[in-house]
């Protein structure tokens, strides 16, 4: 599986013959192509047109953010696995809405499933939990009988209300209290840990997607509109507890992220750079992490399973294969 590199100093980033060559602070750093999956750029990079020619002839992508770390856009390049078949069905898959509701409740059953395993996880750790996910597993039981993508994500919505309220059990920390999820600016420090991580599992996930036939512009719980890509934001459902959330509970309880880490931006707080390098070197280590799956005679990493579920979503709509969602079974 190939690497992200994530660049957070200013500098130019500029094709080597067959090798990426970084250059900050008239230093050169030489980066072999063949390991590269995408490029983040925290901070400001030149980049010319041969090194975007050359990001393309090797299906790299390039994520940019802002100063305040904000997701700005991707440099995706010309898709090289398309096939018209595949987006045919998905494009009729999603003004089917029979197709397009199912697959919209099959990521927040897979959700559900996956905050629920967080919750248990550390309820076994004493810190009483029982309640929530009683109410959250209620809640879960119905998203199959709902008849609308809208009465689907009003539930999605009731299940994070609960689960965030646990926040505080089980980070423990008053610098740290959590009252409600707020976005652009983030209120807090644990929003703005959520905003930042959620960003950067959306970009894998495409990046991912990019990786199979499936358009990432055609979602099917996030609506396909105006924005640029929805399919990612679906498939990310899945793997936010486990990634994004479980990466913040294990960076404040082992202190690898504390008050100084944070700063007052734009009317809310965000992470400072120190911040930003703590959590993408946490949350990258879990995207390398590799599990044991039933029935698979290897071990996967997390970004293996990403872009398995974006397969078995191509399953569905190609060949009318049942979909499970992933679940976090161990």
Same mark, same amino acid.
């Given at each position: ?27 050169? =750093? ?32 390039? =994520? ?36 397009? %509701? ?11 499933k996956n905050i ?105 719980? =996030? ?69 044991? %799956?039933?029935?698979?005679? =290897? ?18 709509l190609t060949e ?11």
């Open positions: 599986m190939k690497k992200d590199i994530y660049v957070f100093q200013n500098g130019r980033l500029s094709r080597k013959d067959n090798t990426l060559c970084l250059e900050i602070d008239e230093k050169k =750093h030489y980066i072999p192509v063949v390991d590269v999956g995408s490029i983040h750029f925290f901070g400001e990079v030149d980049v010319n047109k041969s090194l975007l020619e050359f990001a393309s002839q090797n299906h790299i992508l390039i =994520h940019y953010y802002n100063y305040y770390g904000y997701y700005v856009g991707t440099y995706y390049p010309r898709e090289y696995l398309n096939s018209g078949y595949v987006i045919l069905q998905q494009c009729s898959a999603y003004l089917d809405y029979e197709k397009r %509701l199912y697959l919209a409740s099959k990521f927040i059953e897979g959700a559900a629920l395993q967080v919750l248990k996880y550390y309820d076994r750790r004493e810190k009483d939990l029982n309640i929530s996910i009683s109410e959250i597993e209620s809640l879960a039981s119905i998203i199959k009988e709902q008849d609308s993508v809208e009465k689907i994500m009003a539930i999605e919505g009731n299940i994070r209300q609960i689960y965030y309220q646990e926040f505080n059990k089980i980070i423990d920390k008053k610098e740290f209290y959590f009252s409600k999820r707020s976005k652009r600016p983030p209120e807090d420090k644990i929003n703005a840990l959520i905003s930042f991580g959620n960003t950067i599992v959306y970009n894998e996930v495409l990046s991912q997607i990019y990786q199979t036939q499936l358009d990432p512009r055609i979602g099917f719980l =996030h609506s396909t509109n105006d924005r640029r890509f929805s399919l990612n934001l679906d498939i990310a459902e899945l793997f936010k507890p486990l990634l994004v959330d479980r990466t913040i509970f294990l960076l404040l309880n082992k202190k690898q992220i504390t008050s100084k880490d944070f700063k007052k931006e734009l009317g809310g707080i965000l992470l400072n750079d120190k911040g930003r390098k703590e959590f993408i070197q946490e949350i990258d280590k879990k995207l390398k992490t590799t599990v044991q %799956l039933p029935g698979i005679g =290897h071990r996967i990493s997390y970004k293996g399973l990403i872009r398995m579920e974006a397969y078995k979503i191509q399953k569905y009318n294969k049942p979909y499970a969602p992933f679940e976090m079974k161990w």
